[in-house]
Every structure is written in C-alpha cells, then in structure tokens.
C-alpha cells in the first residue's frame, strides 16, 4: 500500500536510517560520562578483550563470527570521585527490534559481559553491559573504596540502564520501547535490585539464582574444613548422592534421578556410617556430622537462632564448590575477607557466627544484597519478574531464594497479588544457573516478553536436558509453590507427562 503514497516514499527515500552516526556518538555529553570509543564494527569482526567472558579458554574459534554489524559504544562514568565504571552498549545497525536488553554479570564481575551481550544482540536487542567499576574477578577491589563497593552493589547497574537509554535516543532518534534485564548470580541479584531500588528502569527483569550473601560457604566450611578429620574427600560425592536419591527420589511419585521437591527430603547421612575401617564406600562419624551439618540452617551459636537456609538433599554432586579445601570457596570468602572485615590476611576459621554475623549485617556491608521484599513500585509500573533458580545449586542456596520470595509475597499482600508481577520457578537437578542432571534449560527472555508484552504470565515453562547436544528429557517448570505432578502414564521423559500442580 505504502508505495502508492508519494510522500511516504520520499520520506523513505530522504530520512537519514539513524539520527547520528555512530562516530558521532563520541561527542554526546551525557552526566559523569566519558565516551571513550564509537565506532561500526562490521559483521563478525567483533574480538572481545583479552579474558572478556565468552572466550572460553582453549576454544580458538571466533565465537563472535556470526554477529551482525553493530555501533559499538564504549564509555567510562563517574558518578562518585573514586568511580571508574566501564560500560559498553551495542547497538544493531539493521532489524533493531527497539527494545534494550541488558546483561548481568558474574561472581564479583570486573568485566564486561560479551557473550551475554552477543546473545542478544543477534536477537535485534540493543543492548549493554558494565564492568560493575573495578577490573577483575576477586573482592580486593573493595578494600578501602566504598564508593567502589556502591559501584558494585547497585550504582553501575542504574548508571548504565539510564546511560544505555540516552545512547540509544541520541543514535536511532527514538528511546528503547521496553527494556529487559538478564542475569543470574550476581546479574540475578543485579535484577532484584534495579527491581527494588530504581523500578522504573526496566519493563521485565530475569533474576536467576540472585547471589545475595550470606555465610553460608563459611558454615560448610565449618562442617567439613576446619577439622581434617570431617573432610570428605569428592570421591564420596556421588555415594551421598545416591544414598539422597535412593532415600527420596521415588517420593514425588516418579524415580527417574531428581528430586522434585527436595524440602520433602529427611535424609539423614547415618545410613551411610562405616561399619568396619574406612574403604571409601562409606562415611566415618565425623563425615557423617560433616554432612549433616551441610543441610543444616545456619544458626547462631548463643541463642540458637536460625540464620540463613543451608543446602538441600540431592546437591551432593555440586558440593566440591565449597568444600573441596583447604581453603572455602574464594567467591563468598573474599565478601568476609575484604569487605565485612576489611583485612586480607583475615583468618576464616576464627569467624563467630554470632558477631559476626552482626558485624556482616552492618548497612555499609550489606549494601550489595538485594533482599528487600518491598516491591509496590515496580509492581505500580507493571513490571514482571522472573525468578528461577536450580536445586542442586551449591553457589548460591536455593532456599535462600525461596525465603526471599516468600517475603515478598508477605509484603505485597499476598500469592494471587504478587504473582501477577513476579513469579519463582525452581528447577530440579538444575546447578548454579544451568547444568546439572535436571531440565536446565529453557527460553528465559521469551517467556519474560510474552509476558509483559502481551500479558500472558507464565503457567509453566517447558525445560530441556540435553546430552552430546540431544535433548533427552523434557519437564515443566512451575511457578513456585505448585511442583510438576506425573500423570501417572506416559514417558518420564516427556514434559506432556507432568502437571503443575500443588505440592
Ligand atoms: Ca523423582
């Protein structure tokens, strides 16, 4: 019909395809910014920095061949004196879909996310991704440099959404039609916060498996490392774990390797007790008070007060990320060393877990958890959240999810009112973010858009485990508390077998 319209043909013909050049951007004067690089990076030509994440290690293929042209936009802000936050946004010179799609982050971040970022730039998103304001993956950085640590915690994240917004006005003459979040682990956490504390900045966030701190890698390092006579060697990994499964694995009312609802699970690590001298096939005592503590609450050694959710049965096999040894996992470690007691020769194992629990709960501590439940202003602008998280995690327990949704739902008035704008699914098998025995993998971003876009929420998503790149098991996943339910005929393997149901 159009080409019948002469003017809109000249219009066509005569509109410049951008409002200004990519180049050009390196003259937009934007608060606290420096734009240090703007430039059209031809399809496929694109080479990440060294060690930026999606190079894996070994793999001498471009796994950026297949990108598409795009203006690519590198910029450094500070918003405090002593910030130096790194942030890219890439924008898609052809077929952009309008909508910005920004990237998390893992573990304690100091890089930007390129492989996250690929993903969705060759699905048409604009799209972007901070360094979080320090380089490199420890907690080092935070020593001495609070605003660093605010950097890190919330600041680049709000920064770059409102800087992403205003590259993409400048470059396409128009502002993004919805913007999305996409993170798990510290980008999960990343997703809670932008939700809690700047709920205007994103129409729909994915939070999987958000890594708000507790410590918990201090207390199985407890359970397990700081006596040698408790440590139990990975070798034995698999044989807890197929004590967990023969114990509780047919209770969901299917035996086919997972654990549906592992809270069901009392598993009680006794069963496995040597009964003559140690042959590797068995637990000794102290093993076996090891173990038992790995599920165990937290709790404070005065008062008796449970402090924050362990791991459940069936993580067995994951249990080597925090208690491999000699020392716990670096990850959470650093959080204790270098921020909460601000000293990197910190001795673990005189941790307290009653002062300092209190002394970690500081305000100036805590500012990088995303724990609060309060969530009125993002559900006003009708945001959605996305929550999952897999139940074999040992980075990041699962149980601490589930408490804070739970908190959430108290706080919004209710399930049928909060989960009109947020929504947990847990995923059985699943580890930290993907992996595992269970369905692991699933269309995160399509499920959010179909939801905020043309309002259908999520009943239940179909999940895939796949081996040698085939898929071999489908599952629903369900919007917590409901659980999938055998219908009692059909293939296990097939997710048309299973119902959402209540647990
Ligand atoms: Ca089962």
């Known amino acids: 019909m159009t080409k019948y319209v002469p003017g809109i043909l000249l219009c066509l013909a005569a509109a410049p395809a951008f409002a200004a050049s990519c180049d050009s951007l390196t003259s937009l004067a934007l608060p606290d910014t420096t734009i240090t690089m703007a430039q059209v990076v031809a399809a496929g030509e694109f080479v990440a920095p060294g060690g930026g994440q999606g190079q894996k290690k070994g793999v001498t293929r471009n796994p950026y061949k297949d990108l598409p042209e795009f203006c690519r936009v590198a910029a450094t802000l500070r918003p405090s004196s002593d910030s130096d936050i790194k942030v890219e946004f890439w924008l898609p010179i052809a077929n952009w879909n309008r909508k910005l799609q920004s990237v998390g982050n893992g573990g304690w971040a100091g890089v930007i996310s390129y492989g996250a970022m690929a993903d969705a730039l060759r699905a048409g998103y604009a799209t972007a991704s901070t360094d979080t304001g320090h380089v490199g993956g420890s907690g080092s950085f935070a020593l001495g440099h609070q605003e660093k640590l605010e950097d890190f915690g919330w600041r680049s994240e709000h920064e770059m959404a409102a800087k992403a917004k205003a590259v993409i006005q400048a470059f396409y003459g128009s502002a993004p039609r919805l913007a999305y979040w996409n993170g798990c682990s510290t980008g999960g956490r990343q997703g809670l916060k932008e939700a809690q504390r700047f709920p205007n900045d994103y129409d729909g966030i994915i939070a999987g498996a958000p890594a708000n701190r507790?410590?918990?890698?201090?207390?199985?390092?407890?359970?397990?490392?700081?006596?040698?006579?408790?440590?139990?060697?990975?070798?034995?990994?698999?044989?807890?774990?197929?004590?967990?499964?023969?114990?509780?694995?047919?209770?969901?009312?299917?035996?086919?390797?997972?654990?549906?609802?592992?809270?069901?699970?009392?598993?009680?690590?006794?069963?496995?007790?040597?009964?003559?001298?140690?042959?590797?096939?068995?637990?000794?005592?102290?093993?076996?008070?090891?173990?038992?503590?790995?599920?165990?609450?937290?709790?404070?050694?005065?008062?008796g007060?449970?402090?924050?959710?362990?791991?459940?049965?069936?993580?067995?096999?994951?249990?080597?990320?925090?208690?491999?040894?000699?020392?716990?996992?670096?990850?959470?470690?650093?959080?204790?060393?270098?921020?909460?007691?601000?000293?990197?020769?910190?001795?673990?194992?005189?941790?307290?877990?009653?002062?300092?629990?209190?002394?970690?709960?500081?305000?100036?501590?805590?500012?990088?958890?995303?724990?609060?439940?309060?969530?009125?202003?993002?559900?006003?602008?009708?945001?959605?959240?996305?929550?999952?998280?897999?139940?074999?995690?040992?980075?990041?327990?699962?149980?601490?999810?589930?408490?804070?949704?739970?908190?959430?739902?108290?706080?919004?008035?209710g399930a049928a009112k909060t989960m009109n704008n947020a929504r947990l699914f847990l995923e059985p098998g699943m580890g930290h973010c993907?992996?595992?025995?269970?369905?692991?993998?699933?269309?995160?971003?399509?499920?959010?858009?179909?939801?905020?876009?043309?309002?259908?929420?999520?009943?239940?998503?179909?999940?895939?485990?796949?081996?040698?790149?085939?898929?071999?098991?489908?599952?629903?996943?369900?919007?917590?508390?409901?659980?999938?339910?055998?219908?009692?005929?059909?293939?296990?393997?097939?997710?048309?077998?299973?119902?959402?149901?209540?647990?």
């Open 214 to 303: 507790t410590a918990m890698a201090l207390w199985t390092a407890f359970a397990a490392l700081k006596d040698p006579a408790s440590f139990i060697p990975a070798s034995k990994f698999p044989l807890i774990h197929q004590a967990v499964l023969n114990a509780c694995d047919a209770r969901d009312g299917v035996k086919d390797g997972l654990i549906e609802d592992p809270t069901r699970c009392n598993f009680d690590p006794k069963v496995l007790l040597c009964k003559g001298a140690d042959d590797g096939s068995c637990l000794t005592a102290p093993q076996v008070e090891a173990a038992r503590k790995m599920y165990t609450p937290g709790t404070n050694p005065r008062t």
């Open 305 to 413: 007060a449970q402090l924050f959710p362990s791991l459940v049965p069936g993580t067995e096999l994951g249990w080597g990320v925090l208690i491999a040894g000699p020392e716990p996992s670096a990850n959470i470690f650093d959080h204790f060393k270098y921020v909460v007691y601000k000293d990197p020769n910190w001795d673990w194992k005189t941790f307290d877990f009653d002062t300092g629990i209190t002394r970690a709960a500081q305000p100036e501590n805590e500012v990088m958890n995303a724990t609060d439940p309060n969530l009125k202003a993002f559900f006003a602008h009708n945001g959605k959240l996305l929550m999952y998280h897999g139940w074999s995690d040992t980075n990041v327990a699962t149980l601490n999810t589930i408490k804070y949704y739970n908190s959430v739902v108290d706080t919004m008035g």
């Open 434 to 503: 993907g992996g595992g025995e269970g369905p692991n993998v699933f269309d995160k971003v399509g499920t959010l858009e179909q939801w905020v876009e043309q309002g259908k929420a999520p009943e239940k998503i179909i999940a895939s485990h796949s081996t040698d790149g085939k898929v071999d098991r489908t599952r629903p996943l369900c919007p917590y508390p409901q659980v999938a339910k055998y219908k009692g005929s059909g293939s296990i393997d097939d997710a048309a077998s299973f119902a959402c149901a209540a647990p």
